[in-house]
C-alpha cells in the first residue's frame, strides 16, 4: 500500500511557475513509476507527466512539454512536478500518482494503482 500526498497549488498569475510535490509513504514506493495527472472542472482527467521508478523514462503530455519538467527524488520518497510559464489552461486540480510497474512508465489513468488528493492550481490572467 502507498499513500501519496500533494502540496504547492495555489493562485497564480500567466506566466509565473509552481513547484508541486508528492511525497509518499509504504514499502517500497521509491521503486513505483509516478505520474502527475490534471483534472478541470466538467472534464476527465488527464495525463501531464510520467517518471519511471528510476528516473530514466520521462513523458509529458504535448501542451506542456518545454515548460514543465517531472523529476524525483527516491531518497526522500518524492516526485516533483515544476511549472514554467503558466496558462490559465493549466487550471485544474493535480494529481499524483504511482504504479508498480517497472518494466514500463504509465501514461494513462487506468494504469495507476495509488492516487492522492489532489492540489489545486489556478492560473489567472
Known amino acids: 500500500q502507498v499513500q501519496l500526498v500533494e502540496s504547492g497549488g495555489g493562485l497564480v498569475q500567466a506566466g509565473g511557475s509552481l513547484r508541486l510535490s508528492c511525497a509518499a509513504s509504504?514499502?517500497?514506493?521509491?521503486?513505483?513509476?509516478m505520474g502527475w495527472f490534471r483534472q478541470a472542472p466538467g472534464k476527465d482527467r488527464e495525463f501531464v507527466a510520467a517518471?519511471?521508478?528510476?528516473?530514466?523514462?520521462?513523458y509529458y503530455k504535448d501542451s506542456v512539454k518545454g515548460r514543465f519538467t517531472i523529476s524525483r527524488d527516491n531518497t526522500k520518497n518524492s516526485v516533483y512536478l515544476q511549472m514554467n510559464s503558466l496558462k490559465p489552461e493549466d487550471t485544474a486540480v493535480y494529481y499524483c500518482?504511482?504504479?508498480?510497474?517497472?518494466?514500463?512508465?504509465?501514461?494513462?489513468?487506468?494504469?495507476?494503482?495509488?492516487w492522492g488528493q489532489g492540489t489545486q492550481v489556478t492560473v489567472v490572467s
Open positions: 500518482a504511482a504504479d508498480s510497474a517497472t518494466w514500463y512508465t504509465p501514461v494513462l489513468v487506468t494504469q495507476y494503482e495509488y
Open positions: 517518471i519511471g521508478w528510476n528516473g530514466g523514462d520521462i
Open positions: 509504504g514499502s517500497t514506493s521509491s521503486t513505483y513509476a
